[in-house]
């Protein structure tokens, strides 16, 4: 082995050097192209993973800055937009029809509203025109997820429970539902793809553990031996020893082959030659760790996206898509914002409001008949 290097001016760009195997298409093993495809795609993962860590903070300016502000002014024009209905119906132009129409309207308006942030002026106009309280609503709201959580979950509750906490139990048995269909489809997959294969197949899957785990604990010990601190006078150097070391501890206990292998480049322990030269069934136990870590890279990406996906497909989506789709919830704000301008001055001549509700039509229960059965059916 060459000199150990790492505190040379060179040791930082040793560091960042790709690992992989060297060699031409034709020249290199079914192996060793699997282990170069193994590292680019964690070195993909890890770059996406690293992008998404630091989304959040980005996305809730983002959010701040174009989404917010539109918000906050469509809220204050349907604020508006209530009221100026609310002084319709205290008129006398509207006939009986027109008025029922027009405090279906309002009162869905309200609903919103309130949902989004409760205010009693709200709560006091929702009342003014419904023939049941605004209070007297929530109780139905709550009384109606009770049966549906029997019906559907078979879910018991008692009168102690809050609205908010039938709400989560409803929406927490839901989700619970939708992983186990979803762990049915895939465990029904593995199935179809497991027939055929050979009895012995459990045993020769636990020796390739076995040999992937003597193949990361080898690296981690010849590691161990170079960079332990306590061989180390010099307080600078023990201070970057320790840092490699506690580097080369992280990535053994998560199983990180690709770390470990940058660490043993770093210090020259190992180069794309000596990569090369691995015997065919070390690499065949690399390998198997490497797919291990892609395992456990791909389901670590899929956390992070889940709160921004929304309807979009998890594997394809990206922190500029988010982006982009939030563009596209603004422009589609600044036209319901300009639309409900127009028509808060048009409605103001009562005239143009009749002319709108004569299209206007109140919907009725059969229009939300659900089949809920059909959202859990196995």
């Known amino acids: 082995m060459s000199q150990f290097t790492l505190f040379d001016e060179d040791a930082t760009s040793q560091s960042l050097q790709t690992v992989g195997i060297v060699g031409s298409v034709k020249t ?11 590292i680019a795609t964690i070195e993909t993962l890890m770059r996406d993973i690293g992008q998404w860590q630091a989304f959040p903070p980005i996305f809730a ?27 319709h119906l205290d008129g006398k132009s509207l006939s009986r029809g027109q008025r ?82 979803r762990a049915k489809r895939a465990q ?39 960079l332990h601190p306590d061989r180390e006078q010099d307080p ?19 199983k990180d082959l690709l770390s470990l292998l940058k660490l043993q480049m770093q210090i020259e322990q190992v180069n794309p030659q000596v990569l090369a030269e691995i015997a065919q069934e070390r690499l065949d136990s690399y390998n198997h760790v490497l797919r291990e870590q892609i395992k456990g890279l791909q389901h670590e990406l899929l956390l992070l ?33 300009r639309e409900l301008e127009e028509d808060l001055v048009a409605f103001e001549d009562v005239r143009q409001l009749k002319k709108w509700l004569k299209d206007y039509r109140i919907e009725t229960p059969d229009d939300f008949d659900i089949d809920f059965d059909m959202w859990f059916r196995s």
């Open 28 to 38: 290199l093993t079914k192996a060793q192209k699997q282990f170069n495809k193994h």
């Open 61 to 87: 300016q983002y959010v701040a800055d174009h989404l917010s502000p539109l918000e906050a002014q469509l809220r204050e024009k349907r604020i508006a937009m209530t009221w100026l209905l609310d002084r």
């Open 100 to 181: 029922d129409k027009a405090r279906d309207v309002l009162l869905n308006l309200l609903g919103w509203l309130i949902e989004e942030q409760e205010s009693a002026e709200l709560v006091q106009l929702h009342d003014k025109h419904s023939d049941v309280s605004f209070e007297e609503c929530g109780q139905q709201d709550v009384e109606l997820m009770k049966v549906l959580a029997e019906e559907v979950f078979g879910m018991e509750f008692d009168d102690t429970f809050s609205p908010e906490e039938l709400m989560r139990q409803f929406h927490d048995e839901a989700s619970e539902r939708e992983e186990e269909r």
């Open 188 to 226: 029904q997959r593995g199935r179809k793809k497991k027939a055929g294969k050979v009895a012995s197949q459990p045993a020769a899957q636990g020796t390739a553990v076995q040999d992937a785990t003597r193949a990361l604990r080898d690296i981690y010990r010849k590691l161990v031996s170079e």
């Open 236 to 254: 600078q150097r023990q201070a970057q020893l320790t840092d490699l070391m506690q580097q080369a501890n992280l990535a053994y206990d998560k």
């Open 305 to 337: 996206k889940e709160p921004f996906a929304l309807n979009a497909v998890l594997r394809n989506l990206t922190p500029q898509a988010v982006q982009k789709a939030i563009d596209a919830d603004a422009r589609e704000l600044r036209t319901t914002l």
